[in-house]
């Protein structure tokens, strides 16, 4: 039996952004039914949890973790992650196994509760609606198929995510993987000298909204869009990408 992946890389969604690209991957994967869909993590980007924006700068955009007139970070991720969803849900007789693994945005909140234990549950894991996912603690590898899954990887004695070209990662890291964390795409094949494959990807980037960090030179070369993964097998498949403007001109 042929077994098919889909991964959706990094979707950052904060107050404001667009969203309706989530409803049309949502629509794609209704039509193609993958056994498997990967979700990478970053889903809630949490800018209100963020350290790198002073308190002043916060305060100015009026940035919130919830709220009630539903314009908070959690709020904000939750609405985009049922787009994403009530498609699938509406197929009969489809039930993929759906995994999210936890991205360091999403782990800010476990972060604020360590730094600041006195606020008890004001910020939850339990405050993002996941759908009814399998949700993979951060960093925590998953191996499906052969295929090794998490937000990204690092070496045993540091906490940094392993860098360089994706080739060069496949020797580092040594066994089939597929990672978010960092913008755009890139990927690696490596034949082992005993006849099996192993694979690569970094994809970390599905949104339509400007990243200001990037510039407009960044933020205009970066691929955005979806992975799947056809015939996986002990680690190795056959990869398409489908990019966001596919999904929004032939899927919303």
Same mark, same amino acid.
């Given at each position: ?34 056994? #498997?869909?990967?979700?990478?993590? =970053? ?5 209100? @949890? ?10 100015? /955009? ?10 908070? =970070?959690?709020?904000?991720?939750? /609405? ?33 509760? +360590? /730094?600041?234990?006195?606020?008890? =549950? ?62 755009? @795409? +890139? ?9 099996? #494959? ?12 400007? /990243? ?18 056809? +015939? ?21």
């Amino acid at each position: 039996m042929s077994i098919k992946h889909l991964l959706i890389p990094d979707t950052q969604v904060r107050p404001g952004v667009p969203t309706n690209h989530l409803e049309a991957a949502g629509n794609y994967i209704a039509e193609k039914k993958p056994d #498997v869909i990967v979700h990478i993590g =970053d889903h809630w980007d949490c800018p209100s @949890l963020s350290g790198w924006d002073s308190v002043q700068r916060k305060v100015k /955009e009026k940035v919130k973790y919830s709220s009630l007139d539903g314009k908070g =970070d959690v709020e904000a991720g939750n /609405e985009a992650f049922f787009r994403l969803n009530k498609p699938i849900k509406k197929v009969k007789n489809y039930s993929p196994r759906r995994i999210f693994t936890l991205g360091n945005h999403e782990q800010r909140i476990e972060r604020w509760r +360590e /730094e600041f234990p006195h606020i008890g =549950d004001a910020v939850s894991y339990d405050h993002l609606n996941f759908e009814g996912w399998q949700v993979v603690p951060y960093l925590k590898p998953i191996c499906i198929h052969g295929i090794h899954y998490a937000h990204f990887f690092h070496p045993h004695l540091s906490p940094r995510a392993i860098g360089g070209a994706v080739p060069a990662m496949l020797n580092k890291i040594g066994y089939s993987f597929s990672q978010g964390h960092r913008p755009g @795409l +890139e990927v690696g094949r490596k034949a082992l000298t005993n006849g099996k #494959v192993i694979r690569g990807v970094v994809a970390g980037s599905f949104y339509q909204h400007f /990243e200001q960090y990037k510039g407009h030179q960044g933020n205009a070369a970066q691929w955005n869009g979806i992975i799947v993964k056809h +015939e996986v097998r002990a680690g190795d498949y056959s990869l398409c990408e489908v990019g966001i403007d596919y999904l929004l001109k032939n899927y919303s």
